[in-house]
Nanobody
Framework: DVQLQASGGGLVQAGKSLRLSCQAS????????VGWFRQAPGKEREGVSIISGTDGTTYYAVDVQGRFTISLDSAKKTAYLQMNSLRPEDTAVYYC?????????????????????????WGQGTQVTVSS
């Protein structure tokens, strides 16, 4: 299994950018789907974005489309989440996770499953705080 280490969170003003990183050890991401999730205080975890290491297919939650970009650097075994035009409502703990197949990562309605049991590995969270 792949082990994950998330980093890159911080405190920024609204409208600014951050880039989160998810470093893999033990394996590359070539055969995995790698996703980013977030959980705000008092709210359930939600799926933000996911990318297929096999063919580069991506998914974005509606409220981050056009602002966030997910990518993979296979050589560095790192996944990134570039977050632009950040809003206070983006404040949350962000997690990365990996699953050994793209199949089954999306719900029937097309949104990203946020559940721990649907992914093989999870990184620790990194806090993102956006001030207004």
């Amino acid at each position: 299994d792949v082990q994950l280490q998330a980093s890159g969170g911080g405190l920024v003003q609204a409208g600014k950018s951050l880039r989160l990183s998810c470093q893999a050890s033990g394996s590359t991401f070539d055969d995995y789907a790698v996703g980013w999730f977030r959980q705000a205080p008092g709210k359930e975890r939600e799926g933000v974005s996911i990318i297929s290491g096999t063919d580069g297919t991506t998914y974005y939650a509606v409220d981050v489309q056009g602002r966030f970009t997910i990518s993979l650097d296979s050589a560095k075994k790192t996944a990134y989440l570039q977050m632009n035009s950040l809003r206070p409502e983006d404040t949350a703990v962000y997690y990365c996770a990996a699953r050994d197949s793209w199949y089954g990562v999306l719900r029937a309605g097309g949104t990203l499953k946020p559940y721990r049991q649907d992914f093989d590995s999870w990184g620790q969270g990194t806090q993102v705080t956006v001030s207004s």
